[in-house]
């Protein structure tokens, strides 16, 4: 009886399935990858892919291609044609300034010189 509580719980599986290398994420891949590097969140990605977009889909399974995707690049598995280096479809996400301090700091150029240290006397 238990086992027929649960079946009747599980959400059924989605009708269709896309083909073999056929997900709406690959042509996102570099923005997936730039967001996870910038610290942003699964749930942020998704907003941003269906937003800025028009994809539809969950977090998890936006994390689950993203997992998917850096196994197989560490396994050195053949991709599909085209998506091992993709053209970037958005421009790289930046993380924005804490301050207007650190904003100045990082614009502000290199020292043309460099300070030598004195020597402390012994």
């Known amino acids: 009886m238990s086992a027929q509580k649960r079946r009747r719980r599980r959400n059924?599986?989605?009708i269709e399935h896309p083909p073999a290398w056929g997900s709406l994420l690959w042509p996102h891949l570099d923005t997936i990858r730039a967001m996870r590097h910038?610290?942003?969140?699964?749930?942020?990605?998704?907003?941003?892919?269906h937003t800025m977009h028009g994809i539809t889909i969950t977090h998890r399974a936006v994390r689950n291609f993203s997992k998917r995707v850096e196994k197989a690049i560490l396994?050195?598995?053949?991709m599909p044609v085209?998506?091992?280096?993709?053209?970037?479809?958005?421009?790289?996400?930046?993380?924005a300034p804490e301050s207007v301090f650190d904003e100045a700091m990082a614009a502000r150029p290199a020292p043309a010189f460099r300070i030598a240290q004195a020597e402390k006397p012994l």
Do not use: C
């Not at 396994?75 to 053949?78: A, F, K, S």
């Not at 085209?82 to 993380?95: L, N, Y």
């Open 12 to 14: 059924p599986a989605p």
């Open 38 to 49: 910038a610290h942003k969140t699964w749930l942020q990605i998704t907003h941003h892919l």
């Open 82 to 95: 085209g998506s091992r280096f993709p053209s970037p479809v958005d421009k790289p996400v930046q993380a």
């Open 75 to 78: 396994e050195n598995r053949p």
